[in-house]
């Protein structure tokens, strides 16, 4: 079975500054995915990227970004020049490959992020 | 990505009712999933329905007490059975996107109270 861990509850950044947030797992697969998920107060979640373990290239979209790495089980989602519209509940989650289809997502516990002023 | 609508949105049941939640894709997709997300929590998979075919549930949950329906490619519905206030939760179905791809996308989610 598959774990996801994030080690942060609660972050703080200012608008405008970059932070990291922290994401390790635990797999005996070798081909999955990551994902990170934004959960602001309305509930909706929101897909906000996505990493095939199998590419050694750090995904990226616009001012997200991750550092993945492999051996370590680590997938860490960077934010740059944050933003009001940022603060939510980050959720890291991880995905067995399955043919190339959607699977099972095993979610992590959460980072609440805070973006101030 | 695919389009997800839920309802209710959310609603307030009396103990030992039923709540049929509704989940509707605007696109045909295979794989749709039921998720429970309990206050302050992250998200937990109740099961995988797949169309033609009885769901997947996973440990911990039975179809007793959440009886999936998938009748076509677009659309599923969880019943959460004989609830008690431990259902009060977030109910959320994800699906794959159009062109089958990995990627889960979710509804908005319904807010279920049980008293």
């Known amino acids: 079975a598959q774990t996801v861990t994030q080690s942060q509850p609660e972050m703080s950044v200012q608008e405008a500054e970059t932070v990291t947030l922290s994401c390790t797992y635990d797999?005996?697969?070798?081909?999955?995915?990551l994902f990170w998920y934004k959960q602001p107060p309305s509930r909706q979640m929101i897909l906000v990227i996505r990493?095939?373990?199998?590419?050694?290239q750090n995904a990226t979209e616009n001012r997200f970004s991750v550092n993945f790495q492999k051996a370590a089980k680590s997938f860490s989602l960077k934010i740059s020049d944050s933003q009001l519209g940022d603060t939510a509940m980050y959720f890291c989650?991880?995905?067995?490959?399955?043919?190339?289809?959607?699977?099972?997502?095993?979610f992590g516990t959460g980072t609440r992020l805070q973006v101030t002023l | 990505s695919a389009v997800i609508s839920q309802k209710p949105s959310r609603d307030i049941c009396q103990r030992g009712t039923s709540l049929t939640i509704q989940c509707q894709v605007d696109s045909q997709v295979t794989m749709m999933f039921w998720y429970r997300q309990q206050p302050g929590q992250s998200l937990t998979l109740i099961a995988t329905?797949?169309?033609?075919?009885?769901?997947?549930?996973e440990s911990g949950f039975v179809i007793d007490k959440f009886p999936i329906s998938r009748p076509n490619l677009t659309f599923s519905t969880l019943t959460v059975s004989n609830m008690s206030p431990e259902d009060s939760s977030i109910y959320l179905c994800s699906t794959g996107g159009r062109a089958g791809g990995y990627e889960q996308f979710f509804g908005p989610g319904t807010r279920l109270t049980v008293l």
């Open positions: 329905a797949n169309q033609g075919s009885e769901a997947t549930y």
């Open positions: 990493q095939e373990a199998y590419k050694q």
């Open positions: 797999t005996s697969e070798n081909n999955y995915y």
């Open positions: 989650a991880f995905m067995p490959f399955n043919t190339g289809t959607a699977s099972k997502l095993t």
